[in-house]
């Protein structure tokens, strides 16, 4: 117990898309844009699954 | 060159029938493409700044702008790398289409590349003089269609066709499936090229015009699904899919980069080659008038400088004074002055297009 247990975050601050900026690495747009580019590949695997089965 | 594999391996392995379906090599186009520039695009944009390949802002943009100065740019040198690998390995390369628009990409990238590198090696924004690049934009424009019209196998691939309107047709004389050919191409080019001003405004249109295209590709080169819907079947189209998916795929990769505040800029050489790609894949499965509505953005852009210049110079030469219809040119410029944030436009102008792909697409089902 103690110290090892004590305030430790797994992301600088939840949720995800928070940590990025918040570690200065990148901006608000960025982050937006980049989860909407993940969404659009993840949709293009949804869809692959029409075909591969 | 993996389909050529796989077609060899199928022979003792039943499971490799798979890659000959082009949408599932289609996907994996995609992919590849993705794939090539996350890896390729970190040491790419450090070697860029490293040789200070740093974009010349214009000294009469807006002053907003000023500090994009020295933001790397040539980065469609990565788009162009991962459209061509992804397209080699997972095309069929006895498809002469897929050379067609390899050729006509990588020709326009090589005219965009010149332009850039006079850009960055003497620090001039204006790069390439207007008639060099227009010559050669031509010579490869003309020789494209030139070679499209010796090659085409059937009347319907000269023949202009009109969306919504199931017998509204044009069959073309060589002169005039060159003529409108080298304007498709030249024009796409140039258009894509002027609409790449603010981070991320091109890259996205294109991914998605590009997208559309690949399911018009699909289409055209399929029998059964071309006649049902009543649009012209280009035998052998359908490969071009699996191009189109590569551009989709490294356009992604690349505005993971390129998304604002932008870590690089495509320049010329991805822009033109871009633009040159759409125009000749819409060509290609015959559908300039879709291209042209659903690139309504590369469009207007293209218009909004236009006017711009037109009516200055009419009013310079009527009054003594020249008057200005925009802000500033070409449109995401005027926007900006007007006080809207760049993300602001390009996203705006995102959905914009997603629309007018939308109202494309439908064109496949309303005729």
């Excluded at chain 2, 035998?235 to 505040?261: D, H, I, K």
Aim: aromatic letters at 12%; hydrophobic letters at 55%; glycine letters at 10%.
């Amino acid at each position: 117990m103690g110290a090892d247990m004590r305030n430790r975050t797994i992301l600088a601050l939840g949720e995800a898309h928070m940590r990025g900026v918040i570690a200065h690495v990148t901006t608000t747009p960025n982050a937006h844009m980049r989860f909407w580019i993940i969404t659009m590949m993840l949709v293009l695997v949804g869809l692959s699954t029409l075909k591969l089965r | 060159m993996l389909f050529e594999l796989t077609k060899w391996l199928a022979t003792d392995v039943h499971g490799f029938h798979v890659f000959n379906y082009i949408t599932f090599r289609a996907v994996l186009a995609t992919l590849t493409a993705l794939a090539i520039s996350f890896m390729v695009g970190p040491a790419m944009i450090r070697k860029l700044t490293e040789y200070k390949v740093g974009q010349a802002v214009r000294d009469d943009g807006p002053q907003t702008h000023l500090v994009k100065a020295g933001t790397p740019t040539m980065g469609g040198a990565l788009i162009l790398v991962a459209i061509s690998v992804s397209t080699l390995l997972w095309g069929n390369l006895h498809n002469r289409f897929i050379w067609v628009v390899l050729i006509t990409t990588l020709g326009f990238g090589a005219v965009g590349w010149v332009d850039d590198y006079r850009k960055v090696v003497y620090k001039n924004p204006k790069g390439l003089s207007a008639k060099e690049k227009y010559f050669w934009q031509s010579v490869v424009g003309l020789g494209v269609a030139a070679f499209l019209y010796a090659t085409a196998t059937t009347p319907v691939e000269t023949t202009l066709i009109v969306p919504f309107f199931k017998h509204l047709v044009f069959p073309l004389s060589a002169a005039g499936f060159i003529v409108l050919t080298y304007l498709v191409i030249v024009g796409s080019s140039n258009a894509v090229n002027l609409t790449d001003g603010l981070d991320g405004l091109a890259t996205l249109p294109t991914v998605m015009v590009g997208s559309a295209l690949a399911i018009f590709s699909y289409v055209a080169g399929h029998a059964v699904f071309s006649k049902y819907l009543g649009i012209p079947y280009v035998a052998g189209a359908s490969e071009l899919m699996v191009f189109c998916a590569a551009m989709a795929g490294a356009g992604l990769g690349f505005l993971w980069f390129n998304a604002y505040p932008a870590e690089v800029f495509m320049g010329d050489v991805g822009a033109l080659a871009l633009g040159a790609a759409l125009g000749v894949v819409a060509v290609i499965v015959r559908q300039e008038i879709v291209l042209f509505i659903m690139g309504g953005v590369f469009v207007i852009e293209t218009f909004s400088v236009a006017a711009q210049v037109l009516y200055f110079k009419y009013t310079k030469k009527m009054t003594g004074t020249g008057k200005r219809i925009f802000l500033m040119a070409p449109l995401h410029h005027h926007y900006e002055q007007k006080g809207w944030k760049e993300t602001q436009v390009v996203v705006r102008f995102w959905i914009i297009t997603m629309m007018l792909v939308l109202v494309g697409l439908s064109t496949l089902k309303l005729r």
